[in-house]
């Protein structure tokens, strides 16, 4: 499971479906800990309108066998800044694909839409129940009020 993008000039991906994942070994199998990875710029285009739409992300997972290398996540991420798709499809696509890929424990994702429009769409998907051994703290994004 050698990364192919850490340490290596690594453009963005065009797309989503032409972005790699790299995951590397859980360091610390047999513990059980949460993980976070929070976007706060995250970027996509509307695909009726062509215009840019921003949110927040937070994902948070429970290790299973692999982590997801931050690098790669990064660029997965980045390569949303030109794909056509509603709020819904992006957030849930998200979880979806780390969770079929990485097979965490357990995994959620919380996408927070800046408005446009006037009105914002919160977009939230998780594998399952989260772990009750395991300290799950709120995601920490504000009902939106200016998100400020």
């Known amino acids: 499971m050698e990364p192919k993008f850490l340490g290596q000039d690594s453009p963005l991906p065009t797309s989503p479906e032409q972005a790699g994942l790299d995951y590397v070994p859980n360091p610390r199998t047999g513990e059980r800990y949460l993980v976070r990875f929070a976007a706060p710029e995250f970027?996509?285009?509307c695909p009726v309108t062509g215009q840019p739409d921003f949110?927040?992300?937070v994902i948070d997972?429970?290790?299973g066998?692999?982590?997801v290398e931050s690098k790669s996540l990064k660029l997965f991420?980045?390569?949303f800044r030109n794909?056509?798709?509603f709020h819904e499809d992006c957030t849930v696509g998200i979880g979806r694909r780390l969770a079929d890929e990485m097979k965490p424990?357990?995994?959620r994702i919380g996408g927070y839409w800046y408005p446009r429009g006037g009105i914002p769409i919160d977009v939230f998907w998780q594998t399952g129940a989260p772990p009750a051994d395991v300290?799950?703290?709120d995601q920490g994004v504000a009902p939106y009020r200016g998100r400020g």
């Open 83 to 85: 794909h056509a798709a």
């Open 77 to 79: 991420l980045g390569s």
């Open 55 to 57: 949110a927040h992300l």
């Open 65 to 67: 066998e692999t982590i």
């Open 61 to 63: 997972y429970v290790p």
């Open 43 to 45: 970027t996509s285009l």
């Open 135 to 137: 300290w799950v703290p």
């Open 105 to 107: 424990e357990w995994l």
